[in-house]
Every structure is written in C-alpha cells, then in structure tokens.
C-alpha cells in the first residue's frame, strides 16, 4: 500500500485482484458481477480487522457453495503481506486481521492527502441536477424551508467530493396564482407608501413587514400612478417586480446558511418558451397522452356540479402510478404536474441524473412525476435516473415550548432569525443529525448546549481539543511527528481504524444519496476521540503529551493531527466550519 492508497481501497482493489485470479482459473465465470462485492469493518470487532461478503454474493455466478468460494477466496489472500490471519464466519463471510502497520501507513496516507482525504473519483464526473428549496417567491425563507435547504446543499457537496459535476438548481415558481396574490400584496403596501388610506390588509392576502419596503421602492418609482389604476394596468408589472425583490431576499436568507444556487429556472420563462406543448407533443407522438376524461373522486360521491370533462392525460399508469394524470386544467391552463412534467424534461437535457429535495406534503406526487421523467427520457432514448428525497418538517421549540411566530413574517419564523439567534453551523449541522425522512425537534436551548448531548458541541468540541492539545505541546517545544509511529499501539490504532472508514463512508452516503451519513460518521469518529483522551484521565499512560517521552508525545500529536484532519473534511462536506477554540 503506498502513502496515497488508502487502506480499504487497497484491500477492494486486492480483492478484485483475487477475483480476477478466479475468473483466469475458471472458479469465477468471465465478467462476474461484482457491483456488491463489499469490504467493511465486521459487525463485531473481535471478529477482525475487515471483512468480505465476495463469496456471498458471488457464490450464485459461480454455482459453487459460498463457503467453499470462501476457501478459494482465503487461499490468495493469505498470500497478502498485510494479512495476520484469515477466519471464514458463518455461511461464507471473510475476516481479515492485518498487520499494525497497515493502519499506520492509513496515517501517513491521511496526512499525504490531506484536503483530499476521502475524495473519490467514483462519480466519473457525471453531471447530477440536484433542485433543492425551490420555496414560492412569496416571502422570506422560513425554518419550513431550512431542512431541505441544507439537506440538499450538503447533498450537492457530498457529491462533488464523490467525484459527480453538480448543478444546483432552484426552480422559481412565478407562474401561479400565488405570485398574483405577491403582485396584490405589494400594491396594498405601494399604497401605503403614498400616504393612502389603504385599510385593512384583504383576506388571502401576504401578512408581514417584508412587502413595506417594495411598496416604498414601487412608490419612488411610479408615484402614485397606479394607486387607483384597474388592476389589469399594474398586475404583471406589480407581479415581476415583487418576485425579483423577493428572489433577492430569498438569495440572501440563503446565504445566510452558506447556500448558493448555480441556476434558478423560472416556470414563466418556461411557459413563454412553450415548453409544456413541446413536451405534450412530445408524449403524444409516443402514445403516452391521449385526451379521456377522469373518474370521478373515489372514495365518495361526487360533488352535485361535478361533471365529466376531456383533458389530455399522461399515461402514468403505464409507470406504476395509479391513475393517469390531467397535464391540463379544463380552463386549458397547465396542471402544476403538466408545467413540473415539462421543467424536469428540460433538466434531463442537461444532466446525466436527477435529485429533487421535497417537503413530505408533496409525498403524493412522487409517483407520477418519476413516470413523467422515465417516460420522457426513455423515449429520448438514454435513461436519466431520477431520485426525490422527502424531508419531514422541523418543530421549533425554546426549552420545550413551541416558539411563536415571527412579527417580521406574521405567520412563520424566519430563517434569518434563526440562523441569527444561533449561528449557520449549529443550524447546518443539527438538520443533519436525523434522516431527513424522520421528524424533528430543534430547541433553540438543546442546540447551543455545551455537553456530549449535543451533537455539534461534540464534533467541534473534538476538532477544537486537538488544536488545544497542539497549542499546548507547541509551548512545550514538542512538535507532531509521523517519524515514530511504531510507538503506537492497540488504543491509537483503535482510532485510526474509525478515521479509515471515512472514505468508504464517503462513496456509501453518495450512492444512498443520503449526506447525513457523514454527519452520523463524524459523530463516532468525535466519540472515539474523546473515549481515548478521557482514557488519559483514568491511566496517564495515554494521554497526549508525555513530557518524558518526546517520540511517543510526537507519534500522537501526528495522529491527532490526522484526526482533525478527517473531521475537517467531513465536516466541509456538510458545509460547517471546523473551529480551532470554544
């Protein structure tokens, strides 16, 4: 293994190297599937270093018996210089014990690489679309928004560094009735600024303070021209001008957390480009929309004025939905499914794989919007993957307690205020300690704790008590050294062992498509730290700095500074700074 092979890629490509071998003696068909072949720490740490499923998955291929592919597997690999012992468990999984310096050489691999430490060139530089937030430009972002956000936003980071061309997108939806009621909001607000008597804000309209400076803005620009103007004259102009200024806040609140979008689509500009009739066009030349009428409501009787009507509809049925969908309202206008239908037609031009980051309200759509995209790509003739990812909502809460609402947005909390009250970090990293798909709690109290409770206080904690460790030595003139490392035994290599999965940890959340594995993974990897520095408390044998004993002193700093290492690359995955003092 050299310095820049890390230790479970080497032992993957080994593996390989023996599989090869059996294909060549015939013990392996050519061309074995080997896309589930794993190599990963076993369950039980007593069993060994690492372990291999190889002869299970691949024992069906090779119509043999997986423990006795198993034997053949274990008689190359005994040949490794780096493998103690072999054991082969239960039906047929491998385990290896390797040699200690296999895991020292992973520290100075760790220290070679540095920055790139757990890169990997796994995505080939495929381009993935991944539309993330995507809120109405109605308003400022709230904490409704914010899990997505950053679900998304670390998705896009785990991505790149799995080796994937990332676009990150924001579909802007200016083209519903919402934008209209924005455009009315805006001009109840323009007329205040006149000195008007506007009265009460009209039922349905966008409550808050945040519209008071367009009004103003649209009042220095157009004096009170369109204060008694039909609403025809000043509507779309109203609408456009609403929607960039919220955009503009909304590019800001974003900011906030870290997050910058590489293209925002508008779902106007899309229409006024015809591209649902292109996409129309599109399926019914394939047979794939045809003018029906839909059943009535199941499940109960239809309302007194309902009546059957012709819309043209997508054959979703025909992808494992359970109905077909209208693309069409009976007014003629595009259904919200026949605009997103065209929108995602158009990201598939341009990407190798699709990923949406949705709230869980939106659950019932998934189906149908995947037939969509299947059916569209397929007929273009490549397959575009296509991947929703389903974010729960956050429940705010201060020491228990449901938090009230916001007097700048009059019926939300603002993510600015958040992000304010307790920083981008503490909020990036706390979305990411649940699966997204799992409800959550944020409490404004719990989050800033400082205890072993808390999961960010625990990883930042252990990157700034490595810095601290250093500090301390440096005023003792001992400096980190990779020179020594054969001074250390079971208990350091016990935390290199943790610090070496992170790579494999690294390709596993990018194919799962799931970034708060890394945030999972910095969390054992934080715990492993302090469970060996604590153990310094107990036997002074293990502490960091032995100032009798420069060399062995020198060999932990060096892995400590590995260690640290490693969180700051997880922890820039996810977006969050590694402070160096708390």
Not at 157 to 164: D, M, N
Not at 168 to 176: K, M, Q
Request: glycine share 8%.
């Amino acid at each position: 293994m050299t310095d820049t092979t890390t230790l479970y890629a080497h032992f993957a490509a080994r593996i390989d190297a023996v599989l090869d071998a059996l294909e060549m003696e015939g013990s392996l068909p050519p061309e074995t599937d080997r896309s589930n072949v794993a190599v990963e720490p076993p369950r039980d740490p007593a069993h060994g270093d690492l372990a291999t499923n190889a002869a299970m998955v691949l024992a069906k291929q090779a119509k043999s018996n997986p423990r006795a592919l198993a034997e053949k597997i274990v008689s190359h690999l005994e040949r490794d210089p780096d493998v103690v012992s072999l054991d082969i468990a239960g039906p047929g999984f491998i385990n290896l014990r390797i040699e200690p310096d296999a895991w020292r050489r992973e520290i100075a691999a760790i220290a070679e690489m540095g920055d790139a430490y757990g890169r990997s060139a796994m995505g080939g530089g495929k381009r993935v679309n991944v539309e993330y937030v995507s809120a109405n430009p109605t308003g400022p972002m709230h904490m409704g928004h914010c899990r997505g956000a950053v679900v998304g936003d670390a998705l896009c980071g785990l991505l790149e560094f799995a080796g994937h061309t990332v676009t990150r997108e924001y579909y802007v939806n200016d083209a519903g009735g919402q934008v209209d009621v924005l455009a009315r909001s805006a001009h109840h607000r323009y007329r205040e600024a006149l000195g008007q008597d506007a009265g009460e804000l009209a039922e349905g309209l966008y409550p808050g303070d945040y519209l008071i400076p367009v009004g103003k803005e649209l009042a220095e620009e157009f004096g009170d021209r369109y204060a008694d103007a039909p609403e025809s004259e000043w509507l779309a102009l109203f609408r456009t001008r609403a929607v960039a200024a919220m955009m503009g806040m909304i590019r800001a609140d974003l900011a906030l957390l870290g997050i910058h979008h590489d293209l925002f689509s508008s779902e106007a500009e899309l229409q006024a480009a015809k591209k649902p009739e292109k996409a129309e066009a599109w399926l019914r030349a394939r047979d794939l929309v045809y003018d029906g009428v839909l059943e009535a409501p199941k499940g109960k009787a239809p309302p007194e004025d309902w009546e059957p009507v012709e819309l043209p509809l997508f054959r979703s049925t025909q992808f494992g939905d359970d109905q077909d969908r209208p693309i069409k309202k009976s007014d003629g206008k595009w259904t919200y499914f026949g605009a997103d239908l065209a929108y995602h037609f158009q990201k598939a031009e341009q990407a190798d794989a699709l990923i949406d980051i949705w709230g869980a309200d939106h659950a019932g759509t998934v189906k149908r919007i995947k037939a969509a995209v299947a059916a569209l790509t397929q007929g273009a003739g490549r397959s575009v993957p296509f991947d929703v990812k389903l974010v729960q909502m956050v429940k705010l809460l201060r020491d228990g307690e449901p938090v009230k609402m916001s007097k700048r947005s009059g019926t939300f909390v603002t993510l600015a205020e958040v992000v304010e009250e307790v920083g981008k970090d503490v909020v990036r990293f706390t979305m990411l300690t649940r699966k997204p798909d799992a409800q959550m709690e944020f409490d404004f109290a719990k989050v800033v704790e400082a205890s072993k409770d808390n999961p960010v206080f625990y990883v930042q904690y252990a990157h700034a008590r490595i810095h601290s460790t250093l500090r301390k030595a440096k005023e003792q003139g001992i400096i980190p050294s990779g020179e020594h490392l054969d001074r250390l035994g079971e208990a350091e290599l016990a935390l290199v062992r943790e610090a070496a999965q992170f790579p494999r940890v690294v390709e596993s959340a990018a194919i799962a498509r799931e970034p708060h594995r890394i945030a999972f993974y910095l969390g054992d990897l934080a715990a492993a730290f302090h469970s060996f520095w604590n153990a310094g408390n107990d036997d002074p044998s293990l502490r960091m700095i032995q100032s009798e004993n420069e060399t062995l002193s020198a060999a932990r700093l060096f892995l400590a500074v590995q260690i640290g290492q490693v969180i700051r690359n997880g922890l820039a995955i996810l977006g969050v700074e590694a402070v160096e003092e708390m």
